[in-house]
């Protein structure tokens, strides 16, 4: 099992920048390397990846959030990271870390393991 627990979200103005958190934990997430990735769901709309991380700390990203976002993990900290930059309204949503044993194409359905998500507000 793996337990995912996102922290970092909030409201902040456009242009502004957050930082997003996912401790993972659990006796899989111990054992074996996992492809990480943040996903985010606005009111209304599908869930959508934003970015993903391999185990060899390959990144990937949705065009939308490409050069505004980072993703990064401290393999130490079973943690993983989202700074979001240049933050836009439309990036207003729930924002959910996951996790899958294979770094597929970042859709929600190749991803087993989701955390509750952490609220994510851009005001213009």
């Known amino acids: 099992q793996v337990q995912l627990v996102e922290s970092g979200g909030g409201s902040v103005e456009a242009g502004g920048s957050l930082r997003l958190s996912c401790a993972a934990s659990?006796?899989?997430?111990?054992?074996?390397?996992?492809?990480m990735g943040w996903f985010r769901q606005a009111p209304g709309k599908e869930r959508e990846g934003a970015a993903a991380i391999d185990k060899d700390g390959t990144t990937r990203y949705a065009d939308s959030v490409k050069g505004r976002f980072t993703i990064s993990k401290d393999n130490a900290k079973n943690t993983l990271y989202l700074q979001m930059n240049s933050l836009k309204p439309e990036d207003t949503a729930m924002y959910y870390c996951a996790a899958t044993a294979l770094c597929p194409r970042l859709q929600p359905r190749f991803f087993g393991y989701w955390g509750q998500g952490t609220q994510v507000t851009v005001s213009s």
């Open positions: 659990g006796y899989s997430y111990s054992r074996y390397s996992y492809c």
